[in-house]
């Protein structure tokens, strides 16, 4: 009797703990979100701000961002990074199975970027696209996103 019921609770229990397992997105307090969204630029560095909205396609999935080929963190729908760079160029990069995107940006001192990730659907991973867009529609879009806390440790 016992171990009938055991076999019945098996695959749930299975399917818990594979979902358990799958990387996660550690979300910023709110009170650090909100004051990521004012948008005030720094002085001596350049902020960038790569976000994905919150779209049904693709919601699903993390995506990895990548900075200079080193690991920042994983995107879900509605969710976004904040970092206040050094002037330089670099390379903010995303793969799937099927599909990687990069974009790079020359930072500037005192200027504000806006990097949007969006993801598609794919035969099989999905799909990835990058792209700079301007602060207007960044910070339109960027207003109903999450901060995440970031991989990334800016020298």
Same mark, same amino acid.
């Given at each position: 009797?016992?171990?009938?019921?055991l076999?019945?609770? =098996? %695959?749930?229990?299975?399917?818990?703990?594979? =979902? *358990?397992?799958?990387?996660?997105?550690?979300?910023? %307090?709110?009170?650090?979100?909100?004051?990521?969204?004012?948008?005030?630029?720094?002085a001596?560095?350049?902020?960038?701000?790569?976000?994905?909205?919150? $779209?049904?396609?693709?919601?699903?999935?993390? =995506?990895?961002?990548?900075? @200079?080929?080193?690991?920042?963190? *994983?995107?879900? %729908? !509605?969710t976004?990074?904040?970092? &206040?760079?050094?002037? !330089? /160029?670099? /390379?903010?990069?995303?793969? /799937?199975?099927?599909?990687?995107?990069?974009v790079?940006?020359?930072?500037?001192?005192?200027?504000?970027?806006?990097? $949007?990730?969006?993801?598609?659907?794919?035969?099989? @991973?999905?799909?990835?696209?990058?792209?700079?867009? &301007?602060? @207007?529609?960044?910070?339109?879009?960027?207003? @109903?996103?999450?901060?995440?806390?970031?991989?990334?440790? %800016?020298?």
């Open positions: 009797m016992i171990q009938k019921r076999l019945r609770l =098996l %695959p749930i229990l299975l399917i818990t703990l594979l =979902l *358990g397992s799958c990387a996660s997105t550690s979300k910023a %307090p709110e009170s650090k979100s909100n004051e990521a969204k004012s948008f005030n630029a720094l001596d560095k350049g902020t960038v701000y790569l976000y994905r909205t919150g $779209r049904a396609v693709g919601a699903a999935g993390q =995506l990895i961002v990548k900075i @200079n080929s080193m690991d920042a963190g *994983g995107t879900g %729908p !509605g976004f990074f904040k970092w &206040d760079l050094k002037p !330089g /160029t670099y /390379t903010f990069s995303s793969s /799937t199975g099927e599909s990687s995107a990069v790079q940006i020359d930072v500037k001192a005192g200027q504000i970027y806006f990097v $949007r990730q969006d993801a598609r659907m794919g035969i099989n @991973n999905g799909r990835v696209t990058i792209k700079e867009v &301007d602060s @207007n529609k960044g910070q339109k879009e960027l207003n @109903n996103c999450k901060l995440l806390v970031s991989s990334y440790i %800016p020298e």
